[in-house]
Nanobody, 117 residues
Framework: VQLQAFGGGLVEAGGSLRLSCAAS????????MAWFRQAPGKQRELVAT???????NYADSVKGRFTISRDNAKNTVYLQMNSLKPEDTAVYYC????????????WGQGTQVTVSS
């Protein structure tokens, strides 16, 4: 099983980035997908989720700025990040949660997003 996240980088405040996470080794369509992030010295936090049915949910801190989407045909989940702020700086992780038994959970390796002020 592999969740390969990419698309991070350095961007100025107000800019945009698009993260992608390509999954392999899982049946993508039976997994809820999510993006988490972890800033230095802070706990990992949930950023956005996209259920297998396409329902989305967002942390209050990113509502209206970030959009999560998934392409089941490409086994890929995306995170479009607009109006980035310095406080969005973190390592962003992709997560896959199997919705049927045995309900396994998988993490990607993370991609660094740095927003300069």
């Amino acid at each position: 099983v592999q969740l390969q996240a990419f698309g991070g980088g350095l961007v100025e405040a107000g800019g945009s980035l698009r993260l992608s996470c390509a999954a392999s080794g899982i049946i993508f369509s039976i997994h809820d997908m999510a993006w988490f992030r972890q800033a230095p010295g802070k706990q990992r936090e949930l950023v956005a989720t996209a259920t297998r049915g396409g329902k989305t949910n967002y942390a209050d801190s990113v509502k209206g700025r970030f959009t999560i989407s998934r392409d089941n045909a490409k086994n890929t989940v995306y995170l479009q990040m607009n109006s980035l702020k310095p406080e969005d700086t973190a390592v962003y992780y992709c997560n896959a949660n199997e919705i049927t038994w045995p309900k396994r959970n998988y993490w990607g390796q993370g991609t660094q997003v740095t927003v300069s002020s």
